[in-house]
């Protein structure tokens, strides 16, 4: 490709809580990627079992035989701590096992077991598998290493959730070059698909509807000739149409007691089974009125069969599609704009295809006509691939100018326990911004900075980010001593904090990279080898599979060629014997040994059984028959 960049290939990944989907700016256009099994994109799970780890549909197909070591919505972990509130709910709901580490501040981990050993999972490092995965994915179509990428974020994800994200990439050995919010990478694809069609488009204002399986963001974008200025943003990092499938599975559980006096909540692999049939139910409520859920021998031998219609669908959730519209609200609030002033709202995410969620949107803004022109699937992996192409010096019709904001406000706890604001939220970034302090005891020679973020009044009710000291102050009355707080943050969103006393060179600072629940340097080195060890698990069992492919291929093909009308006419019926033998033992060793792990195994068995065939069929060529059957080129993939 002509003007390729150093850094590039760079790919786009949307990483979701449900859903995840890799492009790449190729052709002067974007590419949305499929994966092997032919979709434009691959489920968020992993699964562990005996013998092999499997991520995106291998792991999903499977969740109802292997609840428990089948992870998925590691999204809604990532960045947290195991004592929120959104994670002991989601514990109570989810068939896998999650338990708080304590001494990294009660850090969530998920526990598997994986050949036949307990394992423990950070979130980032589930979130790393799939990362792992739609990088192979790039790499299969491109024919080549792909290193870099732009990988998209919540809107309403904290700095906390941001890093993590970031060492999900690190881990997967991903270059990440920005991390992007994703209805800004939303409004980017829909902004450059409105200049495509109107080249002389006027400013727009448009409010970007984001809602998928397990997060939930709104953001209005001021869209002109050459920029994509963020106004406002709000939303929810723990509503999605994994909510929608639980309430459904919650109502299914409930009928199941009441109709066969048996309950269902206490097995995992009943409820994975049940909430797999939710999520297709909710999915063809989207244009039918009425579904049927049908699972067979669900609990103790006893079939569920019921129906739900679209309307009790609606009413059980009504709460939560209600949910959504506050935020768009709050958004236009912030942004100091009234519904009249947005020009277009578009909808991204797979959840907004539920029409009760489509009719209260359109209802709010008066009847107005929602955008459908993106697909609400990849939307935001089109988007995170032109910015990708862009900063990896790929040549592109006309750059831009990105100017994204701040979701939370950033400050500091002062001596009365207030929130100190110093970065307000809705800030324009990359930004810095400082405010000066007092000592507040006399003589005092050591400040502690605590850094906060959140909207609460007082400081400890926000989310605690990190803390550091600064030393060696000059002794003096209280209020003397002056301190100036920095507060700046990158274009990723990342959050680098600098206390420094004034008129002096005394200082210290703190990159929001280490606080108390995210993973060290050295536990994400550790981790970085542990993918790659596990990837060459993956690759020594693909390996595995393809040996033994190839020697069930060569026996089917010997018998075809044995059972033949060619066969039975030939000379060489003295040697059908002896080959019928070596196949039959064939055929009984790979039933006796199918579980084996070592294609060494599988190989050596190939070539026996050649040496014995292959000489046989040769002679029959060589006589000018024609044995009907070509035989493949066996070679591992």
């Given at each position: 490709m002509e003007g390729k960049g150093e850094e590039w290939p760079a790919i786009g990944i949307d990483l979701g809580t449900t859903y995840s989907c890799v492009g790449v700016w190729q052709h002067d256009r974007v590419e949305i990627i499929t994966n092997n099994q032919g979709n434009r994109t691959t489920p968020s799970s992993v699964a562990f079992t005996q013998t092999e780890r499997l991520i995106g549909e291998a792991a999903k197909n499977q969740v109802g035989a292997n609840p428990t070591n089948t992870i998925y919505d590691a999204k809604r972990l990532i960045g947290r701590r195991f004592t929120?509130?959104?994670?002991?709910?989601?514990?109570?709901?989810?068939?896998?096992?999650?338990?708080?580490?304590?001494?990294?501040?009660?850090?969530?981990?998920?526990?598997?077991?994986?050949?036949?050993?307990?394992?423990?999972?950070a979130a980032e490092e589930i979130s790393s598998m799939v990362l792992m995965k739609m990088k192979e994915t790039a790499e299969a179509y491109l024919g080549t290493e792909v290193k870099n990428a732009v990988i998209t974020v919540p809107a309403y994800f904290n700095d906390s959730q941001r890093q993590a994200t970031k060492d999900a990439g690190t881990i997967a050995g991903i270059n990440v070059m920005r991390i992007i919010n994703e209805p800004t990478a939303a409004a980017i694809a829909y902004g450059l698909e409105k200049k495509a069609v109107d080249k002389k488009a006027a400013a727009r204002n448009v409010l970007v509807f984001d809602l998928g399986g397990g997060t939930f963001d709104v953001s209005l974008v001021t869209l002109e000739k050459n920029s994509f200025e963020v106004k406002a943003i709000s939303g929810n990092t723990h509503l999605g149409g994994g909510d929608f499938d639980n309430r459904m599975v919650n109502h299914f559980v409930a009928e199941f007691m009441r109709k066969h006096n048996q309950?269902?909540?206490?097995?995992?692999?009943?409820?994975?089974?049940?909430?797999?049939?939710c999520?297709?139910?909710?999915?063809?409520?989207?244009?039918?009125?009425?579904?049927?859920?049908?699972?067979?021998?669900?609990?103790?031998?006893?079939?569920?069969?019921?129906?739900i219609s679209r309307a009790r669908f609606e009413k059980m959730n009504m709460d939560l599609f209600q949910d959504c519209m506050d935020p768009v609200e709050k958004c236009l609030r912030d942004a100091k704009m009234g519904k009249s002033e947005i020009h277009d709202v578009v909808l991204v995410g797979g959840s907004t295809r539920i029409p009760k969620v489509e009719q209260l949107l359109q209802d709010f803004f008066n009847g107005k006509e929602l955008c459908k022109s993106l697909n609400p699937d990849e939307a935001v992996a089109y988007g995170a691939s032109i910015h990708a192409a862009i900063l990896s010096g790929v040549r592109y019709s006309e750059r831009f100018l990105l100017v994204d904001i701040t979701p939370l406000s950033l400050g500091t706890n002062v001596a009365s326990g207030d929130m100190s604001v110093v970065i307000p939220r809705n800030t324009p970034i990359p930004t810095i911004m400082e405010r000066r302090y007092l000592t507040f005891l006399d003589y005092q020679t050591i400040v502690n900075v605590p850094v906060y973020e959140g909207e609460r009044l007082i400081a400890k009710h926000n989310n605690f980010l990190g803390t550091f000291d600064i030393c060696n102050i000059r002794p003096a009355p209280a209020g003397v001593a002056k301190i100036t707080v920095s507060f700046e943050i990158d274009a990723?969103?990342?959050?680098?904090?600098?206390?420094?006393?004034?008129?002096?060179?005394?200082?210290?600072?703190?990159?929001?990279?280490?606080?108390?629940?995210?993973?060290?340097?050295?536990?994400?080195?550790?981790?970085?080898?542990?993918?790659?060890?596990?990837?060459?698990?993956?690759?020594?069992?693909?390996?595995v599979l393809n040996a033994k492919l190839n020697l069930e291929r060569y026996v089917n093909n010997i018998w075809d060629i044995m059972n033949g009308r060619i066969w039975r006419r030939?000379?060489?019926?003295?040697?059908?014997?002896?080959?019928?033998?070596?196949?039959?033992?064939?055929?009984?060793?790979?039933?006796?040994?199918?579980?084996?792990?070592?294609?060494?195994?599988?190989?050596?068995?190939?070539?026996?059984?050649?040496?014995?065939?292959?000489s046989v069929i040769a002679q029959m060529h060589l006589k000018g028959a024609d044995v009907g059957t070509k035989f493949p080129k066996i070679e591992p993939k």
């Open positions: 929120e509130e959104t994670v002991q709910s989601d514990i109570k709901l989810w068939p896998f096992k999650v338990l708080s580490c304590r001494h990294k501040d009660n850090k969530p981990m998920i526990v598997v077991t994986y050949k036949g050993e307990e394992k423990h999972f309950d269902v909540s206490g097995n995992p692999r009943a409820l994975a089974r049940l909430k797999a049939a999520e297709r139910a909710k999915r063809t409520l989207s244009f039918t009125t009425e579904t049927t859920v049908q699972l067979d021998c669900l609990h103790e031998g006893t079939d569920l069969f019921s129906t990723n969103g990342i959050l680098t904090v600098t206390a420094q006393e004034q008129d002096t060179d005394n200082k210290n600072q703190i990159t929001i990279t280490n606080h108390s629940g995210r993973l060290s340097r050295a536990e994400i080195d550790r981790l970085v080898e542990e993918a790659k060890k596990y990837r060459a698990e993956d690759m020594e069992r693909k390996k030939s000379t060489l019926m003295q040697d059908k014997n002896a080959i019928e033998d070596t196949v039959e033992r064939t055929i009984q060793w790979l039933d006796w040994n199918s579980h084996l792990n070592e294609a060494s195994l599988f190989e050596e068995k190939l070539n026996e059984l050649k040496n014995v065939c292959d």
